[in-house]
């Protein structure tokens, strides 16, 4: 995301589909999160997401049911593009740590994958 540096401060900003690849059709935040605890844990069918350290630090473990990766946001002008069919957790909050979410539809149970090996299940071909 665009990092605008002035002496009273920075600025980003996220416009839809420019520093995204969707609309935004809500945004949501996690913070409060006790030491040890992690979020996320699931996959959607559709929902794409962009996660960002609005303040402190965290991890998303990232899986697409062949290949695992772990990155750590921490910086309030970058963010994680996670599209659907990604199965995602964020864990080792910082303490303080907002994770800001943006994402592409409004809330909806059926677009979730909550069961990892379900997850599995529709990967394979």
């Not at 995301?1 to 935040?29: H, L």
């Not at 409060?32 to 303040?55: M, N, T, W, Y």
């Not at 080792?92 to 994402?103: D, H, K, M, P, T």
Request: proline content about 6%.
């Amino acid at each position: 995301m665009p990092k605008i540096s002035d002496p009273r401060g920075n600025i980003s900003a996220v416009n839809n589909s420019t520093e995204i690849p969707f609309d935004i059709k809500r945004v949501f935040y996690l913070y409060d999160i006790p030491g040890g605890e992690s979020r996320g844990a699931h996959a959607h069918k559709e929902c794409h997401q962009f996660l960002v350290a609005a303040s402190g630090a965290f991890e998303v473990l990232m899986d697409d049911g062949r290949t695992k990766r772990q990155v750590q946001l921490n910086r309030p002008y970058m963010g994680l593009h996670i599209p659907p069919g990604i199965w995602a957790s964020e864990i080792n909050f910082s303490s303080g740590a907002i994770c800001l979410v943006l994402a592409s539809q409004e809330y909806n149970e059926k677009d979730y994958i909550r069961d990892y090996n379900e997850f599995i299940r529709l990967k394979k071909p």
